[in-house]
């Protein structure tokens, strides 16, 4: 065998696998390596995106319980508000019910003194009459008169 003619089999064998490769095997591989590399920059532009989302959602979180508790802290400064109100109508209220019994008291009170007067004076006007109808009835010398009078005293 001829070394030309071997060296021109084999060169036109491979000239034909290369045109085999190019024309059947390499457009698959190449679309393979075009799709996967596509499908790796999409995910890594997607995992971008979802940082920067995760990032804004963040911040907005953040904002979000900033603003609650803002509110919060309103809540409950309107509560404490509320509260010292309602203990200052408390003990308003408090005062006017004492200042309201006390008065109550004192006109109990000086309905009972009155009572107590008037009884009393019912009493001394019954001693009175009691006294002066023991005295009629006896003589009427000094010292009759004066034992009569410390008896009444001493009733009174």
Do not use: Y
């Amino acid at each position: 065998m001829n070394l030309n003619v071997t060296m021109v089999a084999q060169a036109v064998t491979f000239f034909v696998f290369i045109f085999f490769c190019a024309k059947f095997v390499w457009p698959p591989l190449t679309n393979a390596i075009a799709a996967r590399q596509k499908q790796i920059a999409d995910g890594l532009a997607a995992a971008e995106e979802g940082k920067r989302s995760l990032e804004r959602s963040s911040l907005k979180a953040n904002e979000e319980i900033n603003a609650a508790r803002g509110r919060a802290a309103e809540i409950v400064a309107q509560a404490e508000k509320r509260v010292s109100q309602m203990i200052e109508e408390a003990k308003n209220a408090a005062r006017d019910e004492g200042n309201r019994e006390k008065a109550a008291a004192k006109a109990e009170i000086e309905q009972e003194v009155s009572r107590a007067r008037e009884a009393l004076r019912l009493q001394v006007a019954a001693l009175a009459v009691s006294g002066a109808e023991k005295i009629l009835r006896r003589e009427v010398d000094a010292k009759t008169h004066a034992d009569l009078l410390q008896a009444v005293q001493a009733e009174l």
